[in-house]
């Protein structure tokens, strides 16, 4: 009877351990090639973003159409005008607002409206220079983290009011992927949420970060489950096998 017993638990060890390997390979691959098609990662050449996003570091963007953006988004852009090279910055102004800086308190104003940015370094004003915009339709301002040392569209704004079109937009910055001390998703800053449109909604990339981690759990788990079963068992049957003295 315990023979028969192991042997069936034995058979549906190796059911359940087959299927979580099969569940794990669905989890790991499918989050993967996902995560592979909706992602590109990006160095970060300068410091303008900092403390946000230091140089040198590597950041994982979701592809997106630049009508997808929103205020507080840190976008990769292209434009001729300001090099022809991947940049990122982040979104201060769409279409139809007035940029300026700064008011008293240091703050820029979007509309007329202070704007708290708790991403910028240091307690000094939000941009060391003064300035004012009208974003032209369908395009966007942007600005660098460390506003004292980016070229961003406050360097441009004679052309467009330093907008760039939405066009020019290839990714959503989502997370910090290098270096490691610095790995985590970026946050969407509540300081625009009062603004029309809001702030944008997070991509997919923390479920499939935890896809592919509870995939592998399961493969490496469901792959172990026959060495140890095997293992227990040698264990089992040389206890069962035991000679027992009697005095």
């Known amino acids: 009877m315990g023979g028969a017993r192991r042997r069936d638990g034995g058979r549906t060890g190796r059911v359940l351990s087959g299927a979580a390997v099969a569940v794990g390979l669905v989890l790991f691959l499918g989050g993967f090639l996902w995560a592979a098609l909706a992602y590109r990662p990006y160095t970060v050449p300068t410091d303008s973003m900092t403390p946000t996003i230091a140089r040198g570091a590597r950041v994982l963007a979701e ?38 800086c700064c008011d008293r308190r240091g703050r820029i104003t979007v509309n007329g409206r202070p704007v708290e940015e708790p991403y910028l370094q240091g307690a000094g004003p939000a941009s060391p220079t003064g300035f004012s915009a009208t974003v032209p339709g369908d395009r966007l301002f942007l600005l660098g983290d460390h506003r004292a040392g980016s070229a961003d569209s406050r360097s441009h ?19 910090v992927a290098w270096p ?36 592998a759990a399961l493969v490496l788990g469901g792959a172990a489950y026959g060495p140890l079963a095997r293992l227990l068992t040698r264990r089992q049957g040389r206890q069962g096998g035991a000679v027992v003295p009697h005095g």
């Not at 704004?157 to 997370?175: H, N």
Request: charged content about 20%; glycine content about 16%; aromatic content about 6%.
């Open 63 to 100: 592809r997106v159409d630049g009508a997808e953006v929103h205020r507080g988004d840190v976008v990769v852009f292209r434009n001729e005008v300001w090099g022809d090279v991947p940049m990122i910055k982040r979104v201060v102004g769409v279409g139809g607002d007035t940029v300026a």
């Open 180 to 215: 490691a001390n610095a790995w985590g998703m970026l946050g969407r800053p509540g300081s625009f949420d009062a603004l029309p449109g809001g702030t944008s909604r997070p991509g997919p990339l923390k479920w499939l970060v935890a896809s592919v981690v509870a995939g």
């Open 157 to 175: 704004l004679t052309e467009d009011q330093g907008a760039v079109p939405r066009g020019a937009v290839s990714a959503r910055v989502e997370a």
